[in-house]
């Protein structure tokens, strides 16, 4: 890891995330691995999100590790590292997909917390199904995102953006009562979607929802729901659940969603229920003007990886102020 104090260039060095060592093969010494999925095939809208990894290295140099609100170092409570990039193979998304879910399984299998920055919301139809055959018992799947993404497939096409949630239920080892969508809106949910949704018994929190009953609350549900029984825990991130005022770089950004210090709530709530797989999607630096969807995605991670050391220190009794 690079020291990262307050004097100096912030964005000198090479990018990696958050200025980590580079590890390719990380050992179970290492607690997560975040890695790049540079993939934006089987997507309907904008594309650029093959370019969200380099914009959340490139945009994550500006990011210390020390968290105001714990007093805690991250990177000394949590051993991350920069596990580089998962291989894209244009034009074969089935071969690409299982190169996903092969390295998230790998990861997992050598005791090691994948952390995937995307690429567009198709690569979570890899990840999770890697995460699922790593997961020893049943999974829970968690999507904080504007679109259910329950269509079996578009045109027949299995592997596009609009499928992870259905993909997931669909898991052996997963029940979709532990299936749950956080954060829906806006004029991408056709009927079909939300009618499949409701036949596999899929809970989903509509942004009035949350607005009316209050973000704390229907988030702990949301958790606990997903989490109920299950041996881990998978959670995905699309940036589009975003108001796109607060993420703009995004394939399909939409008005009404959740406004960045909610995401920071969002972030850090899961990160205290110690997901065992995380992936973050849909960030598009090609649309940005000044860079905020990437920090924001750099946000999310940092406020992720801090709540799951608040986790850690309330299970050992520490105080945490490093
Ligand atoms: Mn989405």
Same mark, same amino acid.
């Given at each position: ?59 994550? &140099?500006?990011?210390?590790? *020390?968290?105001? %609100?714990?007093?805690?170092? @991250?990177?000394? $409570?949590?051993? =991350? +590292?920069? /596990? ?76 596009? &953006?609009?499928?992870?949630? *259905?993909?997931? %239920?669909?898991?052996?080892? @997963?029940?979709? $009562?532990?299936? =749950? +969508?956080? /954060? ?84 850090? %709530? ?6 065992? $797989?995380?992936? =973050? +999607? ?41």
């Amino acid at each position: 890891m690079q020291e990262l104090g307050v004097s100096g260039v912030l964005h000198s060095g090479p990018a990696t995330f958050f200025g980590l060592q580079h590890e390719p093969n990380p050992t179970s010494a290492i607690r997560a691995a975040i890695v790049g999925a540079p993939w934006d095939e089987g997507n309907g809208g904008r594309n650029g999100a093959n370019y969200g990894p380099r914009g959340v290295r490139d945009a994550s &140099s500006w990011f210390a590790s *020390y968290d105001l %609100a714990s007093r805690r170092d @991250v990177w000394e $409570a949590l051993t =991350v +590292v920069d /596990g580089g990039d998962i291989p894209c193979i244009p034009s074969d998304a089935a071969r690409t997909m299982d190169y996903f879910a092969d390295h998230v399984a790998g990861l997992l299998e050598g005791g090691v917390m994948p952390v995937v920055v995307g690429g567009n919301h198709s690569i979570t139809n890899g990840t999770a199904r890697g995460a699922a055959r790593a997961c020893d018992g049943r999974m829970g799947y968690l999507s904080i995102d504007t679109h259910l993404d329950t269509t079996e497939g578009w045109a027949g096409a299995p592997l596009a &953006s609009g499928c992870p949630t *259905y993909r997931a %239920a669909d898991l052996p080892n @997963v029940d979709p $009562a532990n299936v =749950v +969508v956080y /954060g829906v809106h806006g004029w991408l949910n056709p009927r079909s979607h939300v009618e499949t949704a409701e036949a596999l018994g899929i809970r989903w929190y509509t942004r009035d929802e949350i607005r009316a009953r209050g973000l704390a609350e229907t988030l702990a549900e949301a958790i606990a729901r997903a989490s109920d029984g299950v041996a881990g825990l998978y959670v995905t991130f699309d940036m589009d659940c975003m108001d796109s005022s607060s993420a703009p770089g995004t394939g399909t950004p939409e008005a009404g969603g959740f406004l960045a210090d909610e995401a920071i709530e969002i972030a850090r %709530a899961i990160g205290r229920a110690r997901p065992f $797989a995380f992936d =973050v +999607v849909e960030i598009a630096p090609i649309y940005e003007q000044s860079g905020v969807t990437q920090r924001l995605a750099c946000t999310i991670l940092m406020e992720m990886f801090a709540g799951m050391a608040d986790a850690d220190a309330e299970e050992t009794g520490s105080d945490g102020a490093a």
